[in-house]
């Protein structure tokens, strides 16, 4: 607190009323504030100006306060830098000083802010300022660099490189551990982050790039993420990268960012190849056993959310012992890796070509359309493998015996397939070998079986055994809930509930689902109009439409459109599911049929997304108002995991297209949690409730209201 040197133009009184306005503003100030002489003396101080001085009146203060300047800074050059700047400007702002309280001799840190009073002929009547104690901060900050050096000096000494990031000057170091790892010196890189993500593989940087926006964004507690990092001679080092945002502005935009690389080379290189030795065969490089369950349940789940059909081929070499007797194991083994790219000729790039031990082989073909391909390709085997195999001085010649089995067809899970593909192999084999043969018991009874249930389905909807149950979808951030599934259910007379999943498809193929489908539109859009006025006004039920219907005449869907508009439902009360299978069909009608879908007000949701192809040119192409991520993801969401980023992806491009995302199989808090953190919109699952009848469904939602 200072002030330059007196004028020689006498002090011009203040006013009454001007002492009035200033005792108002300045005795409510929070900071310090005073007023003095052109000769040093206090005139003023406020309240909060004499407890910084350590006095509890301003009159002490007045009284003993003569030039302060000489007795207040701990620096004494500091009073000199005031007096200059405020003589030069005429004001001084956010001056930082180390100073004394006057009456304790405590030493504190302030802010002063100061200005000249001038009249109008420029003489100076008083001075005017504000002093701000920021001891606390100062030496908040002070310790923060302290523990600041702590931390880094800690982590370089585990090895660990350590990075600063100061986002607002975008400015980026590297510690010089951090440099070493690479094989680089610091006038190899720019100090900015761009020059490490420029060595980035290419593969792992877009990855990259997304887990530390997402933390920049507030959308995950840390960044954490694995890549590769061209080192100064041209190899790639893996490396462990963490960072925190340590520094935020009031509106919560970045300001620094720190971290660390560890070399996690060897580690990756160890896990590549115990994976590699666990999944596949040491001798023939094809999946093993273990791979083949997995990669066969995979598709398995596929088949269910596509509705669609896999084969599965397990083959045995005829007389294989024969050449293994004759040129020993050495020729057998080679015969083996042979007989390995022979049937990997033979198949599809998206089939799975295994070796079970021995001389079996198993292949999968996955997405079936048709049953005359998996007889192609079988005959296709057959001739290979019967072809003469150049081992030595004279041709050794086998020949193959397969026995096929069909999912969903013929059994329910991966053990049920092997055995049964195992029983057809036998079969063959008992046959003559260097032939196939089906599971045929299986077949037929799955024939009789589906034949029974499509007879049924004739009886059911005039019969009343069909109904809907409804699965509420919540909205994450507020828990509101206006919106639910439509479900359809069939409790038959003798087998009991059944799942759509049994019958459906069965529905499907005979053309019931059009009248079930119109049948299950009627209801949910009478029970959308009940819940309107009895639940929430802006309630909205969704349907799922089956790839079939869409192949309808403009007379059929322009029945859907009339029957909303008798029920004087307005846009948006209807939502249709659709599968991204039927957004790949070619066909104009499809394509009209979504365009007066939208164009009526219905809205179109993409169900099961991310299993299918997952494409922005057709999320693009038609105007889509909801995906649904398919519960296969959300069943794995843990922090940091695969299925987590895959999650954020899809909502992050969702929302870029104007499309809200629904999560589908929500059953615990912690991926409620997980999807909240995310920004997903909506979700329905367990957690919440499961799928219930209407009435069932009221109540329900009447208790969580209340």
């Not at 207040?72 to 050059?77: I, R």
């Not at 877009?206 to 920049?216: E, G, N, P, T």
Request: a negative charge; glycine letters at 6%; aromatic letters at 8%.
């Amino acid at each position: 607190m200072e002030t330059a040197d007196p004028s020689s133009h006498p002090v011009r009184a203040v006013s009454a009323a001007q002492a009035a306005d200033f005792s108002t503003l300045f005795d409510f100030l929070p900071i310090g504030a005073y007023r003095s002489s052109p000769d040093g003396r206090q005139i003023r101080a406020n309240p909060a100006q004499v407890r910084l001085n350590g006095y509890a009146h301003e009159a002490e203060l007045i009284a003993v306060m003569q030039d302060i300047g000489r007795q207040w800074y701990v620096d004494p050059s500091r009073r000199t830098a005031f007096r200059e700047q405020l003589e030069r400007q005429g004001y001084v702002r956010g001056f930082v000083s180390e100073v004394y309280r006057h009456k304790t001799g405590e030493r504190i840190w302030v802010s002063e802010n100061a200005h000249v009073v001038r009249d109008a002929a420029g003489r100076v009547l008083f001075y005017e300022g504000t002093v701000e104690d920021i001891t606390e901060r100062v030496r908040a900050e002070a310790e923060l660099r302290r523990r600041d050096e702590i931390w880094k000096l800690a982590l370089e000494s585990t090895g660990d490189g350590v990075w600063d990031w100061n986002l607002a000057e975008g400015v980026a170091r590297m510690s010089r551990r951090c440099l070493e790892m690479y094989g680089l010196s610091k006038h190899d890189l720019r100090p900015s982050p761009h020059s490490m993500d420029e060595r980035t593989h290419p593969d792992d940087k877009a990855r990259m790039l997304r887990d530390r926006q997402a933390h920049l964004d507030g959308d995950a507690p840390s960044y954490v993420n694995e890549h590769r990092v061209l080192c100064a001679d041209g190899s790639w080092k893996w490396v462990l990268a963490r960072g925190m945002v340590i520094s935020r502005d009031a509106q919560g935009k970045p300001l620094r960012m720190v971290g660390t690389h560890t070399d996690i080379t060897q580690r990756k290189e160890a896990e590549a190849l115990i994976w590699h030795q666990a999944n596949f065969d040491a001798l023939t490089g094809l999946p093993n056993r273990r791979m083949l369950r997995d990669r066969l349940g995979q598709h398995m789940l596929r088949c269910d959310r596509e509705r669609l059909q896999l084969a599965l081929l397990f083959i045995d070499l005829d007389h294989f012992k024969t050449v293994n007797d004759t040129l020993g194991h050495e020729g057998g083994d080679r015969l083996l890796v042979e007989a390995a790219h022979r049937l990997s000729r033979c198949v599809r790039a998206s089939d799975t070509v295994a070796r079970m031990g021995g001389d079996e082989f198993t292949v999968v073909l996955p997405e079936l359309h048709d049953a005359r391909e998996v007889e192609r390709i079988v005959q296709a085997i057959l001739r290979e493998l019967a072809r003469a195999f150049h081992l030595g001085d004279e041709p050794a010649f086998v020949s193959a015996s397969i026995g096929i089995t069909f999912y969903p067809g013929d059994g329910q899970s991966v053990d049920d397939l092997l055995r049964q593909a195992d029983q057809a192999l036998y079969v063959a084999k008992g046959a003559g070998r260097n032939r196939f043969a089906y599971f045929t018991p299986a077949l037929q009874e799955g024939a009789q079986r589906r034949a029974r249930v499509a007879n049924d389905l004739h009886a059911a909807l005039p019969a009343g055994q069909l109904s809907l149950e409804y699965q509420p979808i919540v909205a994450l951030a507020s828990g509101a809930v206006h919106m639910a599934e439509a479900l359809l259910r069939w409790r038959h007379p003798r087998r009991g509930r059944m799942a759509p999943m049994d019958f459906v498809p069965i529905a499907e193929a005979n053309g019931m689902i059009v009248e079930i489908g119109e049948w299950v539109f009627h209801e949910a859009a009478r029970q959308t109009q009940l819940w309107r006025s009895r639940l929430d006004p802006r309630f909205q039920i969704s349907v799922n439409k089956s790839p079939v219907q869409f192949h309808r005449t403009d007379a059929d869907r322009a029945h859907w459109l009339r029957e909303l508009a008798a029920l004087g439902l307005p846009r948006h009360a209807m939502t249709v599911e659709i599968t991204e299978s039927l957004l790949l069909d070619p066909s104009t009608n499809v394509a009209e049929h979504l365009l007066a879908l939208r164009a009526a007000g219905i809205g179109v949701s993409l169900d099961d997304f991310g299993t299918g192809y997952s494409s922005l040119a057709y999320l693009q192409r038609y105007d889509i108002d909801f995906i649904k991520i398919d519960k296969s993801f959300v069943a794995g969401l843990a922090p940091q995991s695969n299925d987590l980023a895959l999650c954020k992806a899809m909502i992050v491009m969702a929302h870029q297209l104007g499309i809200a995302v629904i999560a589908e199989g929500v059953e615990t808090p912690a991926q409620r949690d997980l999807l909240l953190e995310a920004g997903c919109d909506f979700a329905q699952g367990f957690l919440f409730a499961h799928a219930m009848p209407a009435e069932a469904f009221e109540t329900w939602f009447n208790q969580r209201r209340a």
